[in-house]
């Protein structure tokens, strides 16, 4: 089991890596953007799609480093005064009755989403536009499917946590 959390963990940094770096790459992507458009008054439709598949790609592809680290958007309101046992038990249920769900339903229907722009290389409808508009479709199977295997890891660790913490802990 513990080699499995391992594999999941290191895909999970992997990705995260990468999506640091698409972050620095949208933030240079904005900055030429906002200044050709401002100071020229020059604007291509291209840059604005690069500028939103990008901020797509950090979302879908670094959600899984975000809960791996627990980064993630929670109401700690409770959660935080519970003991380590407790937050186990809160994280076991969620992922496995709301999180793994949700993946795999948004990564099948995704990936027929994928599916059908690829079939079609699918590209922008608008002029001047991307013109591989199915990259982007065929990375929300894929960041879901990860996301999922996250949350396998993190069931888990959950599990070792609750067999083996102390409930005062």
């Known amino acids: 089991m513990q080699s499995v ?17 698409l972050s620095l790459f949208l933030v240079l992507i904005i900055i030429v953007d906002v200044t050709l458009r401002y100071v020229f008054n020059i604007a291509y439709v291209a840059t604005f799609e690069l500028e939103w598949h990008l901020f797509a790609l950090v979302f879908l592809l670094g959600s899984a480093w975000a809960l791996k680290e627990d980064r993630h958007v929670r109401v700690d309101v409770f959660y ?3 003991t380590t046992r407790q937050k186990a038990w809160v994280n076991l249920i969620g992922c496995s009755f709301l999180l793994l769900p949700m993946c795999y339903v ?8 994928a599916y059908n722009s690829f079939g079609v290389l699918e590209s922008s409808p608008d002029p001047g536009g991307l013109p591989a508009r199915y990259l982007i479709k065929g990375a929300l199977p894929l960041g879901f499917f990860v996301l999922g295997l996250q949350g396998i890891a993190e069931i888990f660790k959950s599990i070792k946590t609750v067999l083996i913490a102390k409930s005062d802990g």
């Open 106 to 113: 948004i990564t099948r229907e995704g990936a027929q989403f």
């Open 80 to 82: 935080q005064k519970f």
């Open 5 to 21: 959390v391992d594999f999941i963990e290191r895909l999970s940094d992997w990705l995260g890596r990468l999506v640091s770096w």
